[in-house]
Nanobody
């Protein structure tokens, strides 16, 4: 599985961005998909994940209500809609995939995209 993340950019505080992660491979629909982020000098942290086949979403507690994860199995793509962005959301955002169950731990994901930079200005 190869993952290609896109959609990052520079946005003012309070703005929105939608990240996309396009996956190769017919097995996409059977994979748990996750989003993580890593700010400079900090560890990679869980943002959101979505299961298969039901597509149940899971979020980091601090991000509930602002971020929404979704998947389109027909397009082999997972999305992360980010609203009401804050400067502390600034980070490189990574998408990840794994054939296992949903996990909040980055080490449980086998496949990773290259990351997309999100910068929120104050």
């Amino acid at each position: 599985v190869q993952l290609q993340a896109s959609g990052g950019g520079l946005v003012p505080a309070g703005g929105s961005l939608r990240l996309s992660c396009a996956a190769s491979g017919r097995a996409f629909r059977t994979y748990t998909m996750g989003w993580f982020r890593q700010a400079p000098g900090k560890e990679r942290e869980f943002v959101a994940a979505i299961s298969w086949p039901g597509g149940s979403p899971y979020y980091a507690d601090a991000l509930k209500g602002r971020f929404t994860i979704s998947r389109d199995n027909a397009k082999n793509t997972v999305y992360l809609q980010m609203n009401s962005l804050k400067p502390e959301d600034t980070a490189v955002y990574y998408c990840a995939a794994d054939p296992g169950r949903v996990s909040y731990r980055s080490r449980d994901y086998t496949y990773w995209g290259q990351g997309t930079q999100v910068t929120v200005s104050s």
